[in-house]
């Protein structure tokens, strides 16, 4: 099994952790991740407007690059996960984009690209099975509170990773890893993101909560796939933030 | 030899806006068989027909060709006026210059073209038109309602008022229908129960009146005068004309946790029960998935006390078959499914309820007796959350709800505030709405009175999530006049569910060949003009079949379609449309494939002696139409590969003149 393998710049430096795990517990489920050559940032953040077209440039080169390679484009970051998903998803649905980013770039996307997060690759093409049986040491019910945030998830029509109401694919996962998932119903609000730039109180009032919803309803740590959730929700929250590949790689004891 | 009178209408400036009529009387007054072409502004006036009337005496006319409007608008009436004139009616074509042409075209130069080909190929066909003379048939004085709701309940009991009989089909044990589960009703909060109960017992003892229970319609075939209908009587397993419905049946049934349907779950039924207090019949009925006795052979308590000997596990469904000369719809409304809507957390929490289940609470004879408590933990809210339009209104993306408004909702809110705030006035009530829509008799009044006098906070916006932790619910919403967002710690939250047609509607639409619209509803014949008939002929829309409905609208609209239904019982025989398929018995080779096709079944097959040139007699197996079902609807012909089924007034030959004379 083998992907294009999209690490993102956050992984590059803050979120080390996300990005080693992930490609350690690869190597043990036998996944072949190979880095795309000179990828650049994905943008940050999906724009809103849809002319918008040089902010998507570099997702847009990310998905040439996979589509020539002919393989599934893998992501474990949230937000880049976000922005290559709707930007593959523009080039399908909106002509004008799709026109404008070929007079561009001068290459054409055919839209043959799958972008998988690591966590979808996991339930749908590894299986929970074959994770159980990779554990060697379980997480012990262990209570783990996941933490989606927003961008994992929504908009649901387009990423269709899960319902974004009621999320289970971190939850099995934690099952899988032979630890206890609290579901809490904060855990797929944003938590405050960016605007930390702007005003600390929005972020810290929302990532208080987050944390606090979590503990409410049991949970001894946090686990998530964002590296602005585990920004922000350690910075602002009394509970340990993991990035999932990290207890991943924990119970598989790499 | 054939004279043709060609009639153009303006239509006020309908027609006259796109297609410039005077060349298109120029035109046609040139084309072979036409000795006369005149142009009209109205057709359809009595002076349109007098014209009709006028040049057909003067100019000896055999044929009329009316180029105006869509013929499911003025073909009758052109029809009688080349009666009048002493035509054979059917002698008559239209051109319809209007809705496929003056309203689709910008253009006079391009409009008027395609008028004039319009009209010859109206008169090709007219060349081919054969004198046609309807039959005539008996009507079955009965009249079949179904569904047992308000609306049904209505329609059976204006159309026996007027003498004829009726039979209502109603799949649930007791008739009654949504209302019978209602506490009160808006605006006037009268008991729903007390003003129901009245009509209930009423029909039931009403002569001209059969009430089937506990049955549905397995199929339907014939035609409006003339249906069969064959209705599947549900066992069960109780004798209805020997049960008294004293109940001593399931106060000793041991099996006494079933969900119960009239309650919503919400309360606990035994395995053998009647429905409600009020049911009418009030007969009991035996739940097949839940009795000890059915299930396993080991019990039999129920039979051992029936004092009536009523009891009768052997019992089997049983298809009955009866013939109606009409037919009313009366299969309601049903909220939808709420549980898709995960933001709302209906599925994890027992304090987030439905608005329907919130009435069964609130109703003194519901699974509370009528106390405001919380299903979870039985202690009374003091913060209630209602949140309306879930699944009204939503955007044709969001699968889970209905794009249209619900139309009931915001005013049972406004009651169920108003009822909350009477018994226990303490109670902190928010309701989030989108728009309020009240309008209707008092309504407004109504609303208003719930938000000044009752103190109810209505507030402009929409929930994003009720959140529960652990038990404990925070609603959180926008405010979008005080532009902020809101957190609020609710004890109960209320969803005001959107209502769709019934379950079984669409089975039922396809049974009786009526029509319905992509949200299930069914259609009318005609929106506006009229709303209590389907396309269908024989079969009417009684109540919110149609479309989201009150109670005084779903009555209002229950004896509307009474009346029609009367207007056609009144008639001792009714004339069918002569526009039928027929067979070339010579060409047909019997080989089936044109009663395979056929929607109506019109469709069978006869033996007949056929003279063989060689002088020998040959028995052949030949299709043969059942004029009075038969629709006309095409399937046959086209489906026949001899070319053996054609249809009088729209035969082969005449469809293929129009179509050599727009393409030539």
Known sequence: MEFCYFPGCTLKNKAKDLDRCARLCAEILGVKLTELPEWQCCGGVYVSTSDDVAVKLASVRALIAAEERGLPLLTVCSACHNVLKRTEHDLRTNAEFAAKVKAYTGSEYKGTVKVVHYLEMLRDLIGYEKIRSAVKYPLDGMKIGCYYGCMLLRPGRVMRTDNPEDPVIMEELIKALGGEPVAFPERSECCGAYTYAESETLTEKRSERVVQSAKNCGAEALV????????????????????FTELTAKAFGV | MKRIGVFVCSCGSNIEGAVDVCKVVEAMSKEPYVVYAANCKYMCSSSGQELIGKAAAEYELTGIAVCSCSPRMHEATFRKAAASAGLNPYKVEIANIREQCSWVHKDTAEATGKAITLAKAAVSKLCRDEELYPQSFPVTKRALVIGGGIAGIQTAEDISNAGYKVDIVEKKPSIGGKMAML??????????????????????????????????????SGYVGNFTVKIRRKARYVKEDLCTGCGLCAEKCPTKNVPNEFDLGLGSRSAIYIPFAQAVPKVAVIDPDSCRMLKDGKCGLCSRVCGAKAIDYSQKDEITEEKYGAIAVATGIDPIDVTPFDEYSYKNSKDVITALELERILNAAGPTNGRLVRLSDGIRPKTVVFISCVGSRCTEEDERGKTYCSKICCMYTAKQAILIKEKYPDTDIYVFYIDVRAPGKNFDEFYRRAAEKYGVKYIKGMVGKVCDENGVLTVKAADLINNEQMMIGADLVVLAAAVEPDKTAKALASKLNASIDGNGFFNEAHPKLRPVESPTAGVYLSGACSGPKDIPETVAQASAAAAKIIGLLSKNTLESDPCTAHADELKCSGCSLCANVCPYNAITYIEKEFRMPDKTVKIRRVASVNAAVCRGCGACTVACNNGAMDLHGFSREQILAEVDSICS
Do not use: M, Q, W
């Open chain 1, 224 to 243: 998530t796939a964002c590296p602005l959730c585990k920004y922000n929700a350690g910075k602002y929250g009394d509970l340990p933030v993991l990035y």
């Open chain 2, 183 to 220: 506490d009160k009703t808006f605006p006037t909060l009268d008991c729903s129960a007390c003003i129901l109960t009245p009509k209930t017992v009423d029909i039931s003892h009403n002569e001209n009146v059969r009430i089937f229970s506990y049955s549905e319609v397995e199929s339907v």
